[in-house]
């Protein structure tokens, strides 16, 4: 079956703020909930498939390279993937939306063991230069993160009686209702520290700094977010939260980046544009040499194919495009000044140009 575009499924327009996307999914969260519909595979698929919108549109760097390639963008590279979600993890991601316990109480009964509880992620921000982000790179990253520490054993909290939660019913208008709240002894955890090391926190959990092997892929941009699942801090009795990694581009000094592609100035003397020369000249990957061909135009665009950054889908790679400037010197000497004057009357030194000399604007039009 052909996949639904996202914005379709929870009915936001393409231009919707984080917000509007959130209470449109919360909305139909709420409407196909399983609690609220029992036995009913149409609305579990529903549910299902706002939540995988939702997944997608709530991440910045999913949502970018959606609205960029579409179900395309997000095929299974390097894990990210927004392939489908079964309800655990739908509840164990996204279980907060339904706020504080109030979504559950609405319902009667809650989840209970459905949900898994989730450490709190960690966000590094990690800064990249201009090479490591055209070819990828692997980075060792400190991190200080909480874990459980060893010798912790757990005991079964008494207030909840192990089900993490402090259940009342209450009479209302629309008859009793049971509101369910995570028990404030153990958080909901169900359990409580029994036995710990003297360093460890009242949850059991101590500060460890680890040293974190991350594989970033080329193409990544200023701002963007990588996850690593169950890298973030461990928690009592749940899963680990995910360690984010936010990308800042450093500036090269010499090479600009356009998106793929790399975009450098080069500067000639107008003798070696009219004469012609082979120049040296950057690149991401060390230096290679062009060659000027005689009679080279002041604005000229050179290509070097395939010297740009890989795209972060892995299936291309930009180019470095050299922009030629001719350079008009801003000091002569009495000899330079006399030379150039006996030329000033040279019929190949005033301007004639002809077809093949194209405007910035066709220029423009062939490499953009
Ligand atoms: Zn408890």
Redesign the pocket.
Known sequence: MAKRDYYEVLGVSKSASAEEIKKAYRKLAIQYHPDKNPDNPEAEDKFKEAAEAYEVLSNPDKKARYDQFGHQGLGGNGGFGGGGMNMEDIFSQFGDIFGGGGFESFFGGGRGGRRTKKGTNLRVKLKLNLKEIANGVEKKIKVKRQVLAEGVTFKT????????Q?KKVVNTMLGQMVSASP??????????VDKKPAEADPRGLILKEEVITINIPAGVADGMQLSMSGKGNETAGGIPGDLLIVIEEVEDEILQRDGNNVVYDLYVSFVDAALGEQIEVPTIDGKVKIKIEPGTQSGKILRLKGKGIKDLNGYSRGDQLIHVNVWTPKQLSKEERSILEGLKNSDNFKPDPGKSEKSFFDKMKEFF
């Open positions: 909290c008494q207030t909840c009686q192990g089900t993490g402090i028990c404030h002894v153990c958080g909901g955890n169900g359990q409580i």
